[in-house]
């Protein structure tokens, strides 16, 4: 019986540690695990018996790469408990922060740890020797991102400015004005990016993904909307736990998350772009046409072209804010701690990210749940894994492991933020 | 001798590697934000193990290693063993590294009950009952502070070690940073509770300039005077419980800050 297993001991460019293993009997793909070996940081327990202020700054801690969009999951959640709504200004800075977030994390991503896949390189930095344009592009791109978090929060990893009821202190206009010129410079460096993109060697794919993600109707989401799915569940936030569960399979120790009565799906720009693509800007609605994509994309090799696509997108959309933006009166609402429940659901760069808190009258946290996007979509990325290396099984060895770590990356799965990941014992067949 | 020193880099540039144990990963990534700088650094030395950036694997030893993270784990524990010994020099980078981290709030409860709380199954879980910096494990040739760190003292100690000296990295406390920013004084002026006066520079002021009271994010300065800072803190009315869960954040770990964290409560 032919019998063998791949290992990829430490699978690279993902914000997190993971390995990767396939075991293949007789010619067919018999599972595909991705174990994360990221050590447990028990965000939900130590959040007990802190402040709401306190939770703000420390959910941030969960990830460098996205702070911005744990520290909106958790505002909001927060905000729900104590029936706070932010409207004007306020509302549209927190849009302009996390267009800063998804701009920085995607352009990471796609430039830096994404595309050497597809040209063939082991890193951004070896691939600028070749192609030195477009490396600079990327941090070109990454750093005007950066600049609105730098502007907005203070600094670009773990900002210091949101809070609950808004801002610590919110920008003059003329300050927010510097940002204009880097974000119009931006905006033509990503549409370049696009069509960069646009023209890698895509491997061929067809997923039969269940995509949930926010949908706001008049927005392309950031912080607040529905939670839907391409199967046409449409609920409140606040009705996320009647509909999703999180469980445990003997053969793992990772917790994932599925539909109850139903089953995996796939959230982040992939999901995104199926349930929000009219609602993009004109310009990025555009490029996606002239790049090929269609209202919908169930390949996940061409996530990347989804992800600059959104990068555009966020551009356009920071100018927007800019060009409207009046300096609120008040840099937060008032805030009154209440006790109670509340549930606040965001659009990470990498999709959903859900939190629930119970909060006492003095705004202290007596129990905290959060599920990041990569814990939801890890069944996703073993299925994907084994339907692609079942149709790759005679590509040389080294060949294949490339093909199952490019796989891996098409989620950007950041293992940092998943909390709810525990060590897998490695399988030895 | 600067000619030299050229001729020599050019036969062989200096490894630099970059470890990550339990964190968040933003420390790392304040080496791919220096945007401006990254593909010069890239010129100078010789990025030889970086997971988070490139899929090179793990081979020989390095000049210079970063290392990410506390250590929570039985694997983490031998793991920085063995970083030690692939290493010339060691730089423990960000708070997890320095003092444990956020995730080193379990050193003051029940890890098992922590993991009860987060996990169905908590016989899973290996993991160590406290969270703790890299020093106490290996000797670290130099601690970056802050969570995250600054990416200006990133490029400073990494080009200090390139060069054979002590990076210049100063211990004094923020106020002295919030003066020379031009900020009125938040815990003076405006009663705003603030551990900036007992805290490690190198953020810039970034808080007060905020509006907001620094919450200590680069842990203890040299020689800090915690007791008399919460004296003032509770003068404005801060109640006992809430002065230790202030002195108890992303540095509980910290020696200064744990003594004083622990005499507000267990």
Same mark, same amino acid.
């Given at each position: 019986?032919?019998?063998?297993?791949?290992?990829?001991?430490?699978?690279?460019?993902?914000?997190?540690?993971?390995?990767?293993?396939?075991?293949?009997?007789?010619?067919?793909?018999?599972?595909?695990?991705?174990?994360?070996?990221?050590?447990?940081?028990?965000?939900?327990?130590?959040?007990?018996?802190?402040?709401?202020?306190?939770?703000?700054?420390?959910?941030?801690?969960?990830?460098?790469?996205?702070?911005?969009?744990?520290?909106?999951?958790?505002?909001?959640?927060?905000?729900?408990?104590?029936?706070?709504?932010?409207?004007?200004?306020?509302?549209?800075?927190?849009?302009?922060?996390?267009?800063?977030?998804?701009?920085?994390?995607?352009?990471?991503?796609?430039?830096?740890?994404?595309?050497?896949?597809?040209?063939?390189?082991?890193?951004?930095?070896?691939?600028?020797?070749?192609?030195?344009?477009?490396?600079?592009?990327?941090?070109?791109?990454?750093?005007?991102?950066?600049?609105?978090?730098?502007?907005?929060?203070?600094?670009?990893?773990?900002?210091?400015?949101?809070?609950?009821?808004?801002?610590?202190?919110?920008?003059?206009?003329?300050?927010?004005?510097?940002?204009?010129?880097?974000?119009?410079?931006?905006?033509?460096?990503?549409?370049?990016?696009?069509?960069?993109?646009?023209?890698?060697?895509?491997?061929?794919?067809?997923?039969?993904?269940?995509?949930?993600?926010?949908?706001?109707?008049?927005?392309?989401?950031?912080?607040?909307?529905?939670?839907?799915?391409?199967?046409?569940?449409?609920?409140?936030?606040?009705?996320?736990?009647?509909?999703?569960?999180?469980?445990?399979?003997?053969?793992?120790?990772?917790?994932?998350?599925?539909?109850?009565?139903?089953?995996?799906?796939?959230?982040?720009?992939?999901?995104?772009?199926?349930?929000?693509?009219?609602?993009?800007?004109?310009?990025?609605?555009?490029?996606?046409?002239?790049?090929?994509?269609?209202?919908?994309?169930?390949?996940?090799?061409?996530?990347?072209?989804?992800?600059?696509?959104?990068?555009?997108?966020?551009?356009?959309?920071?100018?927007?804010?800019?060009?409207?933006?009046?300096?609120?009166?008040?840099?937060?609402?008032?805030?009154?701690?209440?006790?109670?429940?509340?549930?606040?659901?965001?659009?990470?760069?990498?999709?959903?990210?859900?939190?629930?808190?119970?909060?006492?009258?003095?705004?202290?946290?007596?129990?905290?749940?959060?599920?990041?996007?990569?814990?939801?979509?890890?069944?996703?990325?073993?299925?994907?894994?084994?339907?692609?290396?079942?149709?790759?099984?005679?590509?040389?060895?080294?060949?294949?492991?490339?093909?199952?770590?490019?796989?891996?990356?098409?989620?950007?799965?950041?293992?940092?933020?998943?909390?709810?990941?525990?060590?897998?014992?490695?399988?030895?067949? | 001798?600067?000619?030299?020193?050229?001729?020599?880099?050019?036969?062989?540039?200096?490894?630099?590697?970059?470890?990550?144990?339990?964190?968040?990963?933003?420390?790392?990534?304040?080496?791919?934000? @220096?945007?401006?700088?990254?593909? +010069?650094?890239?010129?100078? $030395? %010789?990025?030889?193990?970086?997971?988070?950036?490139?899929? =090179? !694997?793990?081979?020989?030893?390095?000049?210079?290693?970063?290392?990410?993270?506390?250590?929570?784990?039985?694997?983490?524990?031998?793991?920085?063993?063995?970083?030690?010994?692939?290493?010339?020099?060691?730089?423990?980078?960000?708070?997890?590294?320095?003092?444990?981290?956020?995730?080193?709030?379990?050193?003051?409860?029940?890890?098992?009950?922590?993991?009860?709380?987060?996990?169905?199954?908590?016989?899973?879980?290996?993991?160590?009952?406290?969270?703790?910096?890299?020093?106490?494990?290996?000797?670290?040739?130099?601690? @970056?502070?802050?969570?995250?760190? +600054?990416?200006?003292?990133? $490029? %400073?100690?990494?080009?200090?070690?390139?060069?054979?000296? =002590? !990076?210049?990295?100063?211990?004094?406390?923020?106020?002295?940073?919030?003066?020379?920013?031009?900020?009125?004084?938040?815990?003076?002026?405006?009663?705003?509770?603030?551990?900036?006066?007992?805290?490690?520079?190198?953020?810039?002021?970034?808080?007060?300039?905020?509006?907001?009271?620094?919450?200590?994010?680069?842990?203890?300065?040299?020689?800090?005077?915690?007791?008399?800072?919460?004296?003032?803190?509770?003068?404005?009315?801060?109640?006992?419980?809430?002065?230790?869960?202030?002195?108890?954040?992303?540095?509980?770990?910290?020696?200064?800050?744990?003594?004083?964290?622990?005499?507000?409560?267990?």
């Amino acid at each position: 019986m032919a019998r063998k297993t791949i290992k990829v001991g430490y699978l690279s460019r993902v914000e997190g540690e993971a390995r990767l293993e396939l075991s293949i009997r007789d010619g067919t793909v018999r599972a595909a695990r991705l174990a994360i070996f990221e050590s447990p940081r028990f965000f939900e327990a130590l959040l007990r018996g802190r402040h709401f202020d306190e939770a703000v700054d420390i959910n941030a801690r969960i990830c460098g790469i996205c702070p911005v969009a744990y520290q909106m999951s958790t505002v909001h959640a927060v905000e729900d408990a104590f029936g706070i709504r932010i409207a004007g200004p306020l509302r549209a800075l927190r849009r302009l922060i996390y267009c800063g977030e998804w701009i920085e994390s995607h352009a990471l991503h796609i430039c830096m740890l994404h595309a050497p896949d597809f040209l063939g390189y082991e890193s951004a930095i070896a691939m600028a020797r070749d192609h030195p344009q477009a490396v600079t592009r990327g941090l070109a791109l990454k750093k005007a991102g950066n600049a609105i978090l730098a502007k907005l929060g203070g600094r670009e990893i773990h900002p210091v400015n949101i809070r609950v009821g808004g801002f610590y202190r919110v920008p003059r206009k003329r300050e927010l004005a510097e940002l204009v010129d880097p974000l119009e410079r931006a905006r033509d460096l990503a549409l370049e990016t696009v069509r960069w993109v646009a023209g890698f060697d895509f491997p061929r794919s067809e997923r039969p993904y269940t995509f949930v993600a926010l949908r706001h109707g008049r927005e392309y989401p950031f912080n607040e909307g529905r939670v839907a799915s391409s199967d046409g569940l449409d609920i409140p936030v606040r009705a996320y736990d009647a509909h999703f569960e999180e469980y445990q399979v003997p053969h793992s120790t990772a917790l994932r998350s599925r539909i109850r009565g139903a089953g995996h799906y796939l959230t982040g720009p992939l999901a995104r772009y199926h349930l929000n693509a009219d609602l993009l800007r004109p310009v990025a609605r555009e490029a996606a046409k002239e790049a090929g994509l269609g209202p919908s994309c169930r390949n996940p090799y061409t996530s990347i072209l989804v992800r600059a696509v959104e990068v555009l997108h966020a551009c356009d959309e920071a100018l927007a804010i800019l060009a409207d933006y009046e300096e609120p009166e008040q840099p937060a609402v008032a805030v009154e701690p209440k006790a109670g429940v509340g549930h606040g659901a965001t659009e990470a760069p990498r999709g959903l990210l859900y939190h629930r808190y119970v909060l006492d009258g003095e705004g202290i946290i007596r129990d905290a749940r959060i599920v990041p996007p990569t814990a939801q979509n890890q069944a996703v990325i073993e299925e994907d894994l084994v339907e692609h290396v079942q149709r790759s099984l005679d590509l040389p060895e080294e060949a294949l492991r490339h093909r199952c770590e490019q796989t891996v990356r098409n989620h950007d799965p950041c293992i940092s933020c998943a909390t709810h990941f525990l060590k897998l014992e490695v399988e030895r067949e | 001798m600067a000619e030299a020193q050229t001729g020599r880099r050019r036969a062989k540039k200096p490894r630099l590697a970059v470890w990550k144990f339990t964190s968040c990963d933003g420390c790392q990534l304040t080496l791919l934000d @220096l945007e401006d700088e990254l593909l +010069a650094i890239a010129e100078a $030395l %010789e990025i030889a193990y970086f997971p988070e950036a490139t899929s =090179r !694997p793990l081979r020989g030893r390095y000049d210079l290693s970063l290392v990410e993270g506390s250590i929570t784990t039985p694997e983490e524990r031998e793991r920085i063993l063995e970083v030690r010994r692939r290493s010339r020099h060691l730089v423990a980078i960000g708070a997890c590294a320095t003092a444990g981290g956020i995730q080193a709030l379990r050193n003051f409860a029940d890890v098992a009950e922590y993991a009860r709380i987060v996990y169905a199954r908590p016989d899973y879980i290996r993991t160590l009952a406290s969270s703790t910096p890299i020093s106490d494990h290996v000797p670290v040739d130099f601690e @970056l502070r802050g969570c995250p760190i +600054a990416k200006h003292q990133l $490029l %400073e100690t990494v080009a200090a070690f390139l060069h054979g000296r =002590r !990076p210049h990295i100063p211990t004094h406390s923020v106020c002295a940073e919030c003066k020379l920013a031009g900020n009125a004084c938040v815990l003076v002026g405006a009663g705003t509770p603030c551990l900036g006066p007992a805290t490690r520079a190198g953020c810039g002021a970034l808080c007060p300039s905020f509006g907001r009271g620094c919450y200590g994010c680069f842990g203890p300065m040299e020689n800090p005077n915690p007791p008399s800072l919460s004296d003032r803190l509770a003068a404005l009315g801060m109640e006992k419980e809430t002065l230790r869960r202030f002195w108890r954040s992303f540095n509980a770990g910290a020696p200064d800050f744990r003594r004083e964290s622990a005499r507000h409560g267990p």
